[in-house]
């Protein structure tokens, strides 16, 4: 099977920075894309950055310009270089990978991690 597992949060003062990783193992045989979402307390899960083989981004407006998305291809990880971290990013940070295993190959199916918690004091 698949596991997603990330590290790299914990408690920052506001201005400060984070850098969270998240390795893909497993019965991989491609990874499409590969992302980070996050879900503050009594909202709902949303998209802060994906990443595609081809390295085409996508970001939330909110992290445009402070966070950065990256990809070790040859480690199966991503990454998110979170600087200017404000109290409003507080919230629990999954990780995404669109994967296909040998045995589902060509089908893909969303894998998540178990989420990292990242805290950001005002």
């Known amino acids: 099977q698949v596991q997603l597992v990330e590290s790299g949060g914990g408690l920052v003062q506001a201005g400060g920075s984070l850098r969270l990783s998240c390795a893909a193992s497993g019965s991989i045989f491609s990874i499409n894309a590969m992302g980070w979402y996050r879900q503050a307390p009594g909202k709902q899960r949303e998209l802060v950055a994906t990443?595609?083989?081809?390295?085409?981004?996508n970001y939330a407006d909110s992290v445009k310009g402070r966070f950065t998305i990256s990809r070790d291809n040859a480690k199966n990880t991503v990454y998110l270089q979170m600087n200017s971290l404000k109290p409003e990013d507080t919230a629990v940070y999954y990780c995404?990978?669109?994967?296909?295993?040998?045995?589902?190959?060509?089908?893909?199916?969303?894998?998540w991690g178990q989420g990292t918690q990242v805290t950001v004091s005002s």
């Open positions: 990443m595609t083989t081809g390295d085409s981004t």
């Open positions: 995404n990978a669109h994967i296909s295993t040998r045995s589902s190959w060509p089908a893909s199916s969303h894998y």
